[in-house]
């Protein structure tokens, strides 16, 4: 079993930044992907950012500019830094990972963690 644990959130003024991390923990498993999504209460869950098949990144558009996602393939983490951060950007954050184990690959999803933006 692969789990996702997800750290970094929290209240902060507009303006202000948060660095997001989520650690895979497991046994015999890599990691071939990593995303970051986000939920604002009665919203569904949308993309902020992720690494595409050949490693490059792609940002949603709000996330443009402002946030950047990074990976430590030794310690299987990914990052999200959250620059600039505005009220509209409230909102439980998840981490996805696509994780291979033996043939087969599988999607995981970390707990989520509050971001809270006040104005």
């Known amino acids: 079993q692969v789990q996702l644990v997800e750290s970094g959130g929290g209240l902060v003024q507009a303006g202000g930044s948060l660095r997001l991390s989520c650690a895979a923990s497991?046994?015999?498993?890599?990691?071939?992907?990593w995303a970051w999504y986000r939920q604002a209460p009665g919203t569904k869950r949308e993309l902020v950012a992720g690494?595409?098949?050949?490693?490059?990144?792609n940002y949603a558009d709000p996330a443009k500019g402002r946030f950047t996602i990074s990976r430590d393939n030794a310690k299987n983490t990914v990052y999200l830094q959250m620059n600039s951060l505005r009220p509209e950007d409230t909102a439980v954050y998840y981490c996805?990972?696509?994780?291979?184990?033996?043939?087969?690959?599988?999607?995981?999803w970390g707990q989520g963690t509050q971001v809270t933006v006040s104005s």
């Open positions: 497991g046994s015999d498993f890599s990691i071939n992907g």
């Open positions: 996805k990972a696509k994780v291979k184990r033996g043939f087969w690959e599988y999607i995981y």
């Open positions: 690494f595409t098949n050949d490693g490059s990144t």
